[in-house]
Nanobody, 128 residues
Framework: QVQVVESGGGSVQAGGSLRLSCTGS????????MAWFRQAPGKEREGVSC????????YYTDSMKGRFTISRDNAKNTLYLQINSLKPEDTAMYYC?????????????????????WGQGTQVTVSS
C-alpha cells in the first residue's frame, strides 16, 4: 500500500533552520505532484508549497514565500522542505501529501482536497 513518512522535525530556536524529508513507498513516486502542509494547534491545515513531478515548477502560498524551499529527489523517492529563519509562528505539525494529479499552478493546488495520500506528520517547535 501507499505510505508516506515524514521526518526531520524537532525543537529549534528562532532563527534556526530545519530540513524536513518525506519518503514515499508503494507508489510511482515521480508520477504526481506533491506538497507540504502544516497545521498549528486550533488552526486549519494550510498549504505551504507544491512541486510537480519533475521538480521544475513549484507553487508557494504567499505567506510562505522566501523562507521555505520545496524540492524532490525522485531517485530517492524523497520530498524535502527547507525552512530557514524559523519563527515561533512556524510551530506546527508538518505533513507531506501526494496530489491526485501533476499540477501546481495556483492557490487551489494546495487545497487539502486535491491530495489523496498523507503522512502522519512531523512536529516542528520553534522557541523564542
Amino acid at each position: 500500500q501507499v505510505q508516506v513518512v515524514e521526518s526531520g522535525g524537532g525543537s529549534v530556536q528562532a532563527g534556526g533552520s530545519l530540513r524536513l524529508s518525506c519518503t514515499g513507498s508503494g507508489l510511482t513516486f515521480d508520477a504526481n505532484a506533491m506538497a507540504w502542509f502544516r497545521q498549528a494547534p486550533g488552526k486549519e491545515r494550510e498549504g505551504v508549497s507544491c512541486i510537480i513531478s519533475s521538480g521544475q515548477f513549484t507553487y508557494y502560498t504567499d505567506s510562505m514565500k522566501g523562507r521555505f524551499t520545496i524540492s524532490r529527489d525522485n531517485a530517492k523517492n524523497t520530498l524535502y522542505l527547507q525552512i530557514n529563519s524559523l519563527k515561533p509562528e512556524d510551530t506546527a505539525m508538518y505533513y507531506c501529501a501526494v496530489k491526485k494529479d501533476n499540477y501546481c499552478s495556483a492557490s487551489w493546488s494546495v487545497r487539502p482536497d486535491q491530495y489523496n495520500y498523507w503522512g502522519q506528520g512531523t512536529q516542528v517547535t520553534v522557541s523564542s
